[in-house]
């Protein structure tokens, strides 16, 4: 079976920083990988995606993300956030790119 | 429609009653999902359609919880019997096929009281 642990439940960062947020999974056969953002009273938006080829995955917002086999992560980065990325970021794993298995989210906080 | 629409947007019920909640995916998408989020918790995996048929609904947590999707478009997701932990936010997703990015509705949030 997989899953997928964020180990962060609540990052605070100042604005302009840079963020790190972390996501390592758990699996016994190769596996997809996803980055989720949520905005408040908002659905879940994609992010970032990892199928195959570079590990280093660019997605929206500024966003990228590195796809570290040995060590099973695939944490999240950002150079320097701002106010508006306020919000919860959901890691996830797919065996096939249909079922997605979440991790339980790492909230987000910028501050001015 | 432009997005994934979910209806309703909050639903309140009493411990015992029926209740259904319905989503349009994106026109033309024949893969549907839903998902149930918890509080404090990410989503979690309940049924996935292709077309008409349940391709997988191994995440259904007991029969109290069934899902259809008769004409390949619009799925009801039915709970029987509520219960107060079934208190969630119920989750949509659908995309052009299994293999391409899976879009979300904004959820219906059930509360059972």
């Known amino acids: 079976a997989q899953s997928v642990t964020q180990l962060d439940s609540q990052v605070p960062v100042f604005e302009e920083a840079p963020v790190e947020l972390r996501c390592n999974y758990s699996s016994s056969v190769s596996v997809y990988l996803f980055w989720y953002v949520q905005y408040p009273n908002q659905g879940l938006q994609l992010l970032l995606k990892y199928l195959s080829g570079s590990t280093l995955v660019k997605g929206i917002n500024g966003f990228e993300a590195e796809f570290n086999k040995s060590q099973t992560s695939f944490h999240l980065r950002k150079p320097s956030v701002h106010i508006s990325d306020t919000a919860e970021y959901f890691c996830a794993v797919s065996l096939n790119t249909d079922k997605l298995i979440f991790g339980t989210g790492t909230r987000l906080q910028v501050f001015p | 429609g432009a997005g994934v629409s979910q209806t309703p947007s909050n639903k309140v019920t009493e411990k015992g009653k029926y209740v259904e909640l319905r989503c349009d995916p994106i026109?033309?998408?024949?893969?549907l999902y839903w998902y149930r989020q918890s509080l404090g918790q990410g989503p979690e995996f309940l049924i996935y359609f292709q077309g008409t048929g349940a391709a997988d609904d191994s995440g259904l947590p007991n029969d109290r919880f069934f899902a259809v999707r008769p004409e390949g478009s619009v799925s009801t997701l039915k709970i029987q019997r509520t219960e107060r932990g079934d208190s969630a936010v119920y989750l949509c997703?659908?995309?052009?096929?299994?293999?391409?990015?899976?879009?979300f509705g904004q959820g219906t949030r059930l509360t059972v009281v």
């Open positions: 026109s033309g998408h024949t893969a």
């Open positions: 997703a659908s995309s052009l096929n299994s293999d391409t990015e899976a879009f």
